[in-house]
């Protein structure tokens, strides 16, 4: 697993921040190669009325479009939360091998929490440590919660 790097996952955390100021639940992503951000997301479903746009989701579509091509296998992702079935399979199919999240999700956390699709018998296993910031990472997903009720 490469050396994760926080300033990475400030960006992602700003991200996020972006996603609260528009009413959307705040995750942010950011994808990784060599040291160089290739590409952001965040989370998108409530304005683009669309059940894919997560944030990783998102930062994946963008990383494909920049480098080219569907393997990112060269890549790191950074996100806010841990990821979701969705988002896991879609590292999974992406090929990004190392994977660093903030808060854990006792919902939907796919990487360990609730399950872990990173350990299933598929040919493609990412690297995943989560708890990067947690506190401010969670929080953020706190408020907004707390802001809707």
């Given at each position: 697993?490469?050396?994760?790097?926080?300033?990475?996952?400030e960006k992602a955390l700003e991200l996020a921040r972006e996603?609260?100021?528009d009413d959307e639940v705040p995750v942010?992503?950011?994808?990784v190669r060599n040291g160089e951000i290739v590409a952001t997301?965040?989370?998108?479903r409530e304005k683009e009325k669309n059940a894919l746009l997560h944030a990783e989701t998102d930062a994946i579509n963008n990383a494909c479009k920049v480098l080219g091509g569907w393997r990112?296998?060269?890549?790191?992702?950074?996100?806010?939360?841990?990821?979701?079935p969705m988002c896991a399979g879609?590292?999974?199919?992406?090929?990004?091998?190392n994977v660093y999240f903030g808060a854990y999700d006792f919902k939907n956390g796919s990487c360990g929490t609730i399950t872990n699709l990173f350990e299933m018998?598929?040919?493609?296993?990412?690297?995943c440590k989560g708890g990067i910031m947690q506190?401010?990472?969670a929080d953020l997903l706190k408020s907004f919660f707390k802001r809707l009720r």
């Amino acid at each position: 697993m490469s050396e994760f790097n926080i300033k990475y996952m400030e960006k992602a955390l700003e991200l996020a921040r972006e996603a609260f100021q528009d009413d959307e639940v705040p995750v942010g992503a950011v994808i990784v190669r060599n040291g160089e951000i290739v590409a952001t997301g965040r989370n998108r479903r409530e304005k683009e009325k669309n059940a894919l746009l997560h944030a990783e989701t998102d930062a994946i579509n963008n990383a494909c479009k920049v480098l080219g091509g569907w393997r990112l296998w060269n890549c790191d992702i950074y996100v806010t939360l841990e990821p979701c079935p969705m988002c896991a399979g879609a590292i999974i199919n992406a090929h990004i091998p190392n994977v660093y999240f903030g808060a854990y999700d006792f919902k939907n956390g796919s990487c360990g929490t609730i399950t872990n699709l990173f350990e299933m018998p598929y040919n493609f296993k990412p690297n995943c440590k989560g708890g990067i910031m947690q506190e401010e990472c969670a929080d953020l997903l706190k408020s907004f919660f707390k802001r809707l009720r």
